[in-house]
């Protein structure tokens, strides 16, 4: 039979804008949360984590938001250039050194 | 991408061959993992080593065989493969647990196999 890939939702966005990638996570027992950029070709790239006694951190153009009641996470991507253009991951980790992914989006950077 | 490594970076093999995939790390790091990237599947952890030995085997099936003989290194040993094991194949490592940084995991580049 034919083959059917994983379909990515897609994230279009202009340059200098800004991005907001959303993620919904499974396990409440989660306490620790990461956000992966995989550019093609390459393995996945480390953005920026969060634990759970936090709802917000910032890096460098970044911000990631945990919203625990709803089991939500979101990247925020201030002023968006071609060089973010990438598949987004989110990964929550319940137990010792395991991850759990979600299955990505794809962010498509207009110049 | 130079804190883990990863040899080769494209293999193509038949169903019939035995070939292995090679990882490096080089941040001291004491925890290993093997992942599968397939078009189909979001990404899926296949093993685990913590200080050279193997604490997680996800239901991998034994044509897959994986080889932790140091903390650096890490191999993933291949033989009587599928077509639909064609994947991109994912090292990454970490600290141990009890370490306050082992949550955080960090990829090599991934070898892109496809099985004839």
């Known amino acids: 039979g034919e083959s059917v890939g994983l379909h990515l939702p897609t994230l279009s966005v202009q340059e200098g804008d800004n991005s907001i990638i959303n993620c919904a996570y499974s396990?409440?027992?989660?306490?620790?949360f990461i956000w992966y950029k995989q550019e093609s070709g390459k393995g996945p790239q480390f953005i920026i984590d969060?634990?759970?006694?936090?709802d917000k951190r910032q890096g460098q153009r970044v911000t990631v938001l945990l919203n625990k009641t709803v089991k939500h996470l979101s990247l925020q991507i201030a002023a968006t250039q071609p060089g973010d253009s990438a598949v987004y991951f989110c990964a929550e980790n319940a137990q010792g050194n395991k991850l759990t992914f979600g299955g990505g989006t794809r962010v498509l950077v207009k110049p | 991408e130079t804190g883990v490594t990863q040899t080769p970076r494209h293999l193509v093999m038949g169903m019939t061959n035995k070939k292995s995939l090679k990882c490096e790390q080089h941040?001291?790091?004491?925890?290993m993992y093997w992942y599968k990237q397939s078009a189909k599947k979001p990404l899926e952890l296949m093993f685990v080593y913590n200080f050279k030995e193997q604490t997680e085997n996800n239901s991998v099936p034994s044509r897959f065989s994986p080889e932790c003989p140091n903390s650096s290194h890490l191999f993933l040993h291949l033989h009587t493969l599928q077509p639909e094991d064609s994947a991109l194949y994912l090292c990454a490592s970490s600290q141990p647990p009890g370490h306050p940084m082992t949550d955080t995991q960090y990829f090599g580049p991934g070898t892109r196999l496809t099985v004839l």
């Open positions: 396990n409440s027992a989660s306490d620790y």
């Open positions: 941040l001291g790091h004491n925890a």
């Open positions: 969060i634990r759970s006694n936090m």
